[in-house]
């Protein structure tokens, strides 16, 4: 029998605007199983520039970048293509304040660069499959030291009980499998759920939901589920 194609590689576009740390991330991502890094930025202008044209899976982005920083190049890169890549957040300190405004941009969430390589390649694979890196205690820590506006009000007549305790689930970091298992539902349900979390919340990935979760008050700080 002829044995099955190998998937092929999650596409990574690596923008940083330190070359040395660019270069590094490159080096030993490259090197990981499954990835092939296609392209490089220095800066937001550039990463939006490269993600259109290279169109990868996944674009790793630090946030404090010159002409245009990671939360403006995560936004325009979501709002504007077609198909956009999955974003990753990269930063250096777990409680910086601009992680939240990026996942509230769309960032399909966020490592820190301390990371091993392993578990950052990890957070890529995850996010190409469509899941979410969450860290709910930095989250939580981050959120809670924002103000809300009536603008982040959660619609939370529109969610019946069950997605309100999917999304609730959601916001502690656990995966669809891991819902499915707690809430001893199929993992077709959780999707479904999921699904209509997303639409009635107008979130543009579950990661962009817990956050919602979070600024609404439906989810508090030190909530574990």
Do not use: C, W
Request: charged share 20%; no cysteine; hydrophobic share 45%.
């Amino acid at each position: 029998m002829t044995a099955p194609a190998a998937a092929p590689p999650i596409t990574l576009l690596i923008a940083d605007d330190d070359e040395v740390t660019r270069s590094g991330l490159r080096t030993l991502l490259a090197a990981q199983p499954g990835i092939a890094v296609t392209g490089e930025a220095a800066d937001g202008v550039e990463a939006v520039e490269q993600a259109r044209l290279l169109r990868p899976d996944v674009v790793l982005m630090d946030v404090r970048m010159p002409r245009r920083n990671g939360i403006e190049a995560t936004r325009r890169l979501l709002a504007e293509s077609a198909e956009p890549p999955k974003v990753v957040v990269i930063t250096t300190f777990e409680n910086d304040d601009y992680v939240t405004a990026a996942l509230s941009a769309g960032a399909s969430g966020f490592v820190l660069k301390r990371l091993p390589v392993r578990q950052i390649a990890e957070a890529v694979r995850v996010v190409a499959a469509g899941e979410a890196i969450l860290f709910p205690a930095a989250l939580r820590r981050m959120v809670s030291a924002r103000p809300l506006t009536s603008a982040e009000a959660l619609p939370r007549a529109a969610l019946t009980g069950r997605e309100e305790e999917v999304l609730r689930l959601m916001a502690t970091g656990l995966s669809n499998p891991e819902i499915a298992e707690s809430l001893t539902v199929s993992l077709e349900t959780v999707k479904t759920h999921v699904g209509n979390v997303l639409t009635k919340l107008g979130a543009q990935n579950r990661t962009h939901a817990v956050v919602i979760a979070y600024e609404s008050g439906l989810v508090v700080p030190g909530f574990t589920g």
